[in-house]
């Protein structure tokens, strides 16, 4: 079991950036598949990217191809999801999932962070 914290979110103007940051407790971060998840009100969970445990593969929803990046520091125990060219449809609140492989569907994660908020104005 892995312990998630997300942090890094907040309100920007559309076209503007921000990174976010998801902290695991565990000595075992290294060894699981991170993934990135939002959910706007009234709509479903949906998956935004994700990265393999050593890093070496990434994968974006569509939506967000071009303008987010994943990545993750194994000695710091962090993933990081930097987002620019935000549009107000990325508003939602987001959150980052561990498992031992990489999937596209939220249900397949075990473990989750509490959320953070983005908000997008414009």
């Known amino acids: 079991q892995v312990q998630l914290v997300e942090s890094g979110g907040g309100l920007v103007q559309a076209g503007g950036s921000l990174r976010l940051s998801c902290a695991a407790s565990g000595r075992t971060f290294s060894s699981y598949a991170m993934g990135w998840f939002r959910q706007a009100p009234g709509k479903e969970r949906e998956f935004v990217a994700a990265?393999?445990?050593?890093?070496?593969?990434?994968y974006y929803a569509d939506s967000v191809k071009g303008r987010f990046t994943i990545s993750r520091d194994n000695a710091k125990n962090t993933v990081y999801l930097q987002m620019n060219s935000l549009k107000p449809e990325d508003t939602a609140v987001y959150y980052c999932a561990a498992e031992t492989v990489v999937y596209r569907t939220p249900s397949y994660y075990k473990n989750w962070g509490q959320g953070t908020q983005v908000t997008v104005s414009s």
């Open positions: 990265i393999t445990w050593s890093g070496g593969m990434t």
